[in-house]
């Protein structure tokens, strides 16, 4: 099953590149007051230890345009502006140094704005999303829903979603200007998917792709995941934001987790663990809690096969890197395909946690 | 954007119909030693009230299979008997009143084994699920996935599946036998996904899906949506069963939760909640948790929009059944597209906590 990535523009934003041949990058956004400096460094230092290639913190006034400045002095990857009604703040956010816009084309007001803001883009080489938001389209595109039959509303979103990107794309290219990534967010997941694809036959930016309001951490982790994971399976998406009510590192985390599950990319250790059944003669649950929590700031990819009985056990430890399979209070420890030892039940976790330590150090 | 389901055979598990026109079911595995009655019971009741359909326990010994013939007295939702290695126990599960079998063809035994099971199960009318796992291929089927390049290595395994499942299926068919279901689990979520694309071009039985072992809750849930919601998507797949390491109820909710993420079935509230950003002013994360955790038991399906700011929150609300869009330290409470009043930061959860208690009594 191989993906067939869409062929887009590679468009650069600060060191990092979206689309072409780069890898698909994850993104996250901050949830502190921009303007709190410190609070938000933190917040960011901490994402970029989880693995966030680029993130975007909100500039809904003056003091977070100019806090963009102090805080680019202080993390390691690329800041981009989140803009919303006001283009003076994008204006504002690129004499910070802000290293990408993020513009939504239903509240940045009308084309002068518009073009006054793509000027400024161009003269630092700055590239601009067109972030288009089922929830906030301009009110005509809006109204043209709102006349859809009911069974015809996805469609008619997905529609109106693109015809607002495309409308900001012309724009743009009436003043030359191509480093363009585009999203098409809603928080319905097969409208979002719809508005893609619609997409993906009209024009060759990359996709910034992404399910909005996606929920809090499970729910929202599923609805991300059903929504890229259909996109990314048919090579659409080129950076990927997760959005999670709750701290931004899950975003980052649940990313990666979509990214690996489709073979695309892999970072931090993958526990390939067995729901347990009649059949489980140990606390499996306990064992691999204990092994989830202690690894987690294990960063290179390692398969791990925690397998509670004999029936899959054998064999999926086999095929991990390094795995346990369990029988009675007890278990055998496989490493890259071959049964190293028998181990008593009470050492299971503390031998797997040193053994996947050993390999990824 | 609407998907074309599979056409596949009808075939009854007790009450419950499997393919054809029926609604794609959900389905759990127990994790009490099924020969404990009263912890397998009181484990299946919470599963029903969950929303699971069809309910497997493991059967490892003639006790289990014993013990079937008592818990189903006591449950409300078909009971099916996962076999494993001893043929002779599908024979005293069926004894049992068992209203399906799983039996795994790498572990099964000889055709003769295969074909009293079929003749017994034929006899009372019970399906069978030919349940293929790639952890338990068969020794040949497994030695020659092993001669493939490393490359290649997806692909043969996703090939290797799909004939142990063909060659059962054939034993079954000789016999006259086709009340047959079939599952294709890989840890794997890309092989998972093309083993069952490779069978639905050979056969028209319905498929039972799921990413077998994928893990604990979080990272299981995701992997099964990345790999169930492409399936789905493509119109594959009949009867769903998420696996997790931990209580068998997340699985339902996780299975209802992907269901919901395409609009295929929806069961219980759908929260859109916002990831929240330095725009926000309320606690937003707090009243999700909040609104989350007191409407856990609403069964009913409900759209609720939990928005945090301006810039998509009115347009969310809106959109949803009930919703409330934040603003400094207050909010609006939208019921049905129209605003309903005005509310402080602190009223926020329990006003929105009682009005979908209203809606949905």
């Known amino acids: 099953m191989d993906i067939t990535r869409r ?34 460094v933190a917040q960011i230092l901490h994402l970029e230890d989880a693995g966030c290639e680029i993130v975007r913190c909100a500039v809904p006034d003056e003091n977070a345009a100019r806090a963009l400045a102090e805080i680019k002095k202080q993390i390691h990857i690329p800041l981009v502006a989140d803009i919303h009604f006001q283009h003076k703040l994008a204006l504002e956010a690129l004499e910070s140094g802000a290293d990408g816009l993020r513009i939504n084309p239903g509240n940045i007001g009308d084309r002068k704005k518009v073009e006054e803001v793509v000027r400024a883009a161009a003269e630092r080489n700055v590239p601009i999303r067109i972030g288009v938001n089922s929830g906030s389209l301009e009110k005509e595109l809006r109204d043209q829903v709102e006349r859809a039959k009911p069974e015809d509303r996805r469609e008619a ?15 743009l290219e009436d003043l030359g200007f191509d480093k363009i990534v585009i999203s098409l967010k809603s928080s319905d997941v097969p409208t979002t998917i719809q508005a893609y694809r619609l997409m993906a036959q009209a024009c060759g930016y990359p996709f910034h792709i992404g399910v909005t309001e996606a929920g809090s951490i499970v729910s929202g982790a599923v609805k991300s995941a059903v929504g890229l994971g259909v996109l990314l399976n048919e090579g659409l998406g080129d950076t990927v934001r997760v959005s999670l009510t709750g701290p931004p590192e899950n975003e980052v985390r649940v990313a990666y987790m979509i990214l690996g599950a489709l073979g695309i990319r892999r970072r931090g250790p993958e526990i390939v663990s067995c729901p347990t059944c009649g059949r489980c003669q140990v606390d499996l649950v306990r064992i691999v809690e204990e092994v989830e929590r202690s690894i987690a700031d294990v960063k290179s990819p390692v398969r791990i096969a925690v397998m509670g009985c004999v029936v899959n056990g054998p064999g999926e430890a086999t095929d991990a890197d390094i795995g346990i399979a369990c029988g009675k209070e007890s278990g055998v420890l496989f490493k890259l395909g071959e049964i190293v030892r028998k181990i008593s039940e009470e050492e299971l976790a503390r031998t797997l946690i040193g053994e996947v330590r050993r390999m990824t150090e």
């Open 7 to 40: 062929r887009t523009k590679a468009v650069q934003v600060g060191t990092v590149t979206i689309g072409g041949d780069s890898p698909i990058s994850v993104q996250s956004m901050t949830k502190t007051r921009t303007d709190d400096v410190p609070a938000t």
């Open 157 to 171: 979103t997905a529609q109106a979603m693109v015809e607002s990107a495309r409308t900001h794309i012309g724009i």
